[in-house]
């Protein structure tokens, strides 16, 4: 499914560990390096373009490529440089331009706002993106050794959290997820909200729920997947995040539709939080229709 990764580096040390990660994710077949040299501007309209740190990025990138192949020998590694007013943007423009069916980004230590927490480019990406992200965690993968290591990087995809919440969106993110080369268990969650009606029209919903949700449930298995599902009731968001959690889940993989993130952009509120506050990987699945 991801056969074609982007991640853009910063040369940075974290930057550097998440090749590990990305050479372990099922599937890939080519992985493009970028690194976007920003373009400063100055009055008059005046541009200027560091040509020293593009020569030295194109270096390094070389140096990525050398590494990320020794890893995974089967991997096409493809470097690129470009030259944006805005790291962002060039992130976003080369990722359709290069057909991307990923983009790996990382998020940041914790903090209040969205743009903090995932840093400035990365939660334009996550917000603005028309190409599925992967947001990977700096705990994660500040060591290469340990169980926390195991889980996330070479496993990624071992057990993944699927929110439902029966949309075309969400049941074609969860067809996607079932497809993963190395998947070993599925967990379908389903929040049902507390409010909205009587306890007795909420324990009916919590029924519905549970009927739809092992259908879908009993059609994974029957394909050979393992397959289990949770209904609960609760804030969204939260509860995704508290039950990825309970289970110990590898990745949450959810689908994003909707507005709602910084006012114009596209991404619904639930996935907004979900990024924002999972200490677990995150798999930004887009669906455009």
């Given amino acids: 499914m991801f056969e074609k990764v982007l991640f853009p580096t910063d040369f940075s040390e974290r930057a550097e560990t998440m090749l590990d990660c990305i050479a372990g994710i099922p599937q890939v077949r080519e992985v493009i390096l970028l690194h976007v040299v920003k373009m400063t501007r100055y009055p008059m309209g005046v541009q200027f373009i560091d040509t020293l740190a593009k020569e030295t990025a194109e270096n390094t990138l070389a140096e990525a490529q050398r590494y990320l192949t020794s890893l995974n020998p089967d991997i096409r590694v493809t470097l690129d440089t470009t030259i944006s007013p805005e790291i962002a943007e060039g992130i976003l423009t080369h990722a359709e331009q290069r057909g991307a069916d990923l983009i790996v980004i990382s998020a940041r230590e914790k903090r209040v706002e969205i743009g903090e927490l995932l840093g400035s480019v990365s939660s334009t990406i996550l917000c603005r993106s028309k190409t599925n992200v992967l947001i990977m965690r700096h705990k994660i993968i500040e060591t290469l050794t340990g169980k926390t290591y195991e889980k996330f990087c070479p ?60 259908a879908v449930r009993d059609s994974l298995a029957a394909q050979g997947i393992h397959c289990r599902a949770i209904v609960t009731r609760g804030d969204p968001a939260g509860e995704i995040i508290r039950i990825a959690e309970q289970q110990d889940v590898s990745v949450i993989w959810i689908s994003s539709y909707g507005k709602g993130c910084l006012h114009d952009f596209l991404l619904g509120s639930t996935v907004q939080n979900v990024a924002m506050h999972s200490t677990r990987p995150v798999v930004v699945i887009r669906s455009w229709e």
């Fill in 155 to 214: 496993m990624l995809f071992s057990r993944i959290l699927c929110p439902i919440d029966f949309s075309r969106f969400s049941e074609h993110a969860t067809a996607l997820a079932s497809t993963m080369k190395g998947v070993g268990e599925l967990i379908l969650i389903h929040v049902v909200l507390p409010e909205g009606g009587t306890s007795s029209e909420i324990k009916e919903s919590e029924q519905a729920a549970e009927a739809r949700i092992g």
